[in-house]
């Protein structure tokens, strides 16, 4: 598992061709359907749930259009580049069903209440470019060939700058949502705590007063229970058609 694999410092998600992903195959069906309300769980859910908890940072590329779950799937990961040519869609309404992968939770907290119930209630197709899915991506790039380019040079740069282990501990504080600055103070407290304590802290600091690249030796393998928000392990894929 690439999560449990300490020489992997960063996950990056494309696809190929006019597609990042086109989402469920209709012709096959929604998957297996659990027997009662209370047992059946979303497979799409499943997935971005794997991705939540997956302790790497992880970046999509997203080359081409996306749709249904090819986009909510995405909603839980660190950083999403797109291309301007892409097309997004969240069809659900028009498919007669609610929104999958947890997308509920992420998309109104990415993109604000507004945005988020707009694109829910048409079940629209728009460009990657269009104001409704302002900060949705944090990059867009002019080619759909530059997606994977792109992000791989994000993930190097994550790779050879960031202490992994900082950057898994950021993320969980973001996505504790402290309910007040009071909250968020105790929690990073308690992280900054656990971080000035560590080779990564010494060596971090020791780089910049030397103005050279950082050699972080923690890994996650070493960090496991620590976290501000315990995980479990995950396997995710690389690549989607």
Do not use: W
């Not at 990415?110 to 949705?136: D, N």
């Not at 993320?171 to 009071?182: F, I, N, Q, T």
């Amino acid at each position: 598992a690439m999560d449990a694999d300490d020489s992997v410092k960063c996950i990056v998600f494309t696809g190929e061709g006019p597609f990042f992903c086109s989402g469920v195959d209709l012709t096959e069906g929604f998957g297996e359907i659990g027997k009662t309300r209370d047992t059946h769980r979303d497979a799409g859910g499943k997935l971005a749930l794997a991705i939540h908890n997956c302790r790497k940072p992880t970046i999509a590329a997203i080359n081409g259009t996306a749709v249904g779950v090819g986009i909510t799937m995405t909603l839980p990961m660190s950083i999403r580049i797109a291309a301007k040519t892409a097309k997004i869609s969240f069809p659900f309404v028009r498919r007669g069903i609610v929104a999958d992968a947890a997308s509920s939770f992420y998309l109104p907290r990415l993109i604000g209440y507004g945005r988020a119930l707009h694109l829910f209630t048409t079940g629209a197709l728009y460009p990657a470019e269009s104001g409704l899915l302002h900060g949705l991506f944090s990059e867009t790039v002019n080619a759909a060939s530059s997606t994977l380019p792109r992000a791989l040079e994000v993930a190097r740069d994550i790779a050879v700058n960031a202490s992994q282990v900082g950057v898994y501990l950021t993320r969980d504080l973001v996505y504790r949502s402290p309910r007040s600055p009071e909250q968020a103070h105790l929690l990073e407290s308690a992280a900054l705590y656990t971080r000035y304590q560590s080779r990564d802290f010494e060596e971090g600091v020791q780089s910049f007063l030397e103005k050279r690249k950082p050699r972080f030796q923690d890994t996650m393998r070493e960090q496991s229970g620590e976290g501000v928000l315990d995980r479990g392990d995950c396997v995710v894929g690389l690549a989607f058609k």
